[in-house]
């Protein structure tokens, strides 16, 4: 499994997902994307094949050539699991460790956790990207409490990332809201402080909120560049933002003082849970909308340089019914045996489990 998607092949579920919906959404965003001079790039986006007379219209492909993920079931359920202080839980991150680690738990390592006081970053661990996933016995793996590093009312948002040259496991979470903070592990399991990596003291006056980070392997020779960080920005007037940063080696950042998306740009009120993917030679930003705007996933080609902004409209149709109940945000993306799958936060915010879609 890797960090950017992989061009693999679509695989159906008998899962509906409200295709006719999801075409009028798309269909909608192109045409306002033509209006606006941007032109869409991929398969297909916001156009429809005529189905045969009485039969249910196919699915559009996804924007950029991705797969049309559908939901397959639900991974993680907070009634279920042992360390649930809050009924809560956000954020995962899937991670391939059975080719990394010397004696996994399991093949995938799933990173989780509740967001509201005291949080917890939280592992789970199973052989397929399709579960059943089991919870470490030890949860949480990083508390609200690390002296003598600090203190906060909550640590959450975790996200890991595979250090091959040094053969570690990097954990970049938040805790305040404000503070993102880095952790290095051997096992994935036990982990060493690091650092503070990013701060609203880093970002424009009247920045409020630098939270749900999420760190690439990303080459940008123009900057010295190795790593990119997206995370999600907030600021005095509460409407969230999409924010980058770029590093050469994943701990010093620098971090532009402009969005990377601005929740106007897409007619939204708040947006969060970026995550980078790249395919056919260009690269993209997925993130969610608040459910008072669709709660979708939606995408936006930024290109290898981080120099375009073409927003693309529908990337994930969420479900009105459960698990989704109409939002479906903070996705995580891997590949099991050459079959797609996402991992994301199903639910409205705050009331969700973790679910899995298959492309």
């Known amino acids: 499994m890797t960090q950017h998607d992989s061009n693999a092949h679509r695989h159906e579920t008998s899962e509906p997902r409200n295709p006719g919906r999801r075409i009028f959404l798309r269909a909608a965003a192109a045409t306002a994307a033509v209006a606006s001079g941007v032109a869409a790039t991929g398969a297909a986006t916001g156009s429809a094949v005529a189905?045969?007379?009485?039969?249910?219209?196919?699915?559009?492909?996804?924007?950029?050539?991705?797969?049309?993920?559908?939901?397959?079931?639900?991974?993680?359920?907070?009634s279920q699991l042992k360390y649930n202080p809050t009924g809560e839980i956000i954020f995962p991150c899937i991670r391939g460790v059975y080719d990394k680690l010397a004696d996994p738990l399991g093949r995938y390592y799933l990173y989780y956790g509740p967001h509201d006081a005291?949080?917890?970053?939280?592992?789970?661990?199973g052989d397929s990207l399709e579960g059943p996933f089991t919870e470490y016995t030890a949860n949480p793996i990083v508390s609200n409490n690390w002296q003598p590093h600090y203190k906060v009312s909550h640590v959450a948002s975790p996200h890991v990332i595979w250090r091959a040259d040094l053969k570690e496991l990097w954990l970049y979470f938040h805790?305040?809201?404000?503070?993102?903070?880095?952790?290095?592990?051997?096992?994935?399991?036990?982990?060493?402080?690091?650092?503070?990596?990013?701060?609203?003291?880093?970002?424009?006056?009247?920045?409020?909120?630098?939270?749900?980070?999420?760190?690439?392997?990303?080459?940008?020779?123009?900057r010295g560049a190795h790593y990119v960080m997206l995370f999600m920005l907030n600021n005095t007037t509460n409407h969230r933002d999409i924010a980058w940063g770029w590093s050469s080696d994943g701990r010093n950042w620098t971090f532009d003082q402009t969005p990377l998306v601005r929740h106007s740009d897409v007619g939204a009120n708040n947006i969060g849970g970026p995550h980078l993917l790249s395919r056919d030679g260009s690269t993209y930003v997925v993130y969610n909308n608040s459910k008072e705007n669709g709660g979708n996933l939606l995408i936006t080609e930024v290109g290898n340089d981080f120099g375009r902004r073409n927003h693309l409209g529908l990337f994930y149709d969420s479900a009105n019914t459960a698990p989704d109940n109409g939002r479906s945000a903070a996705p995580s993306f891997g590949t099991d045996r050459g079959v797609p799958y996402m991992v994301y936060e199903a639910g409205e915010r705050l009331k969700g489990s973790i679910a899995v879609a298959r492309g």
Do not use: Q, W
């Not at 189905?51 to 907070?78: E, S, V």
């Not at 005291?118 to 661990?125: D, E, N, V």
């Not at 994935?188 to 990596?197: L, S």
């Open 118 to 125: 005291p949080g917890g970053i939280c592992l789970a661990y």
């Open 175 to 222: 805790g305040e809201n404000g503070t993102t903070r880095l952790a290095r592990s051997r096992d994935g399991i036990t982990f060493t402080y690091d650092k503070v990596v990013l701060t609203t003291a880093m970002m424009p006056a009247g920045s409020t909120e630098t939270s749900y980070a999420r760190v690439f392997a990303h080459e940008l020779p123009s």
């Open 51 to 78: 189905a045969p007379a009485g039969a249910a219209p196919a699915p559009a492909a996804a924007p950029g050539g991705f797969p049309d993920y559908r939901y397959l079931k639900t991974l993680l359920t907070p």
